[in-house]
Nanobody, 121 residues
Framework: QVQLVESGGGLVQAGGSLRLSCVDSGRTFSHSTMAWFRQAPGKEREFVASISWTGIKSSADSVKGRFTISREYAKNTMYLQMNSLKPEDTAVYYC???????????????WGQGTQVTVSS
């Protein structure tokens, strides 16, 4: 069973940086597509970025050039390096794992509990 635990969220000023981590305690990390989604208050959950088991990356236009997704197989961990943060990046960020590449929530069967990211202006 896949269990995902996020960490690294917090409060940061606009223009600052944060790095989120997601540890996968299951046995399928090396064969899973991993992704980050986020949900802001009053808004629908949205795709942020994903990385396949072969290293193919995808990201939303809103974060291109600012956010970088990566994974470290030896630690069963995925990261999201977030630079040049904006107030509109404020949201709960969720880690997700799936068996096929995708950018929609339905493509992912396992989810973490989320970590809050707040960007002040």
């Amino acid at each position: 069973q896949v269990q995902l635990v996020e960490s690294g969220g917090g409060l940061v000023q606009a223009g600052g940086s944060l790095r989120l981590s997601c540890v996968d305690s299951g046995r399928t990390f090396s064969h899973s597509t991993m992704a980050w989604f986020r949900q802001a208050p009053g808004k629908e959950r949205e795709f942020v970025a994903s990385i396949s088991w072969t290293g193919i990356k995808s990201s939303a236009d809103s974060v291109k050039g600012r956010f970088t997704i990566s994974r470290e197989y030896a630690k069963n961990t995925m990261y999201l390096q977030m630079n040049s943060l904006k107030p509109e990046d404020t949201a709960v960020y969720y880690c997700a794992a799936g068996q096929v590449p995708g950018t929609k929530g339905l493509d992912f069967g396992s989810w973490g509990q989320g970590t809050q990211v707040t960007v002040s202006s």
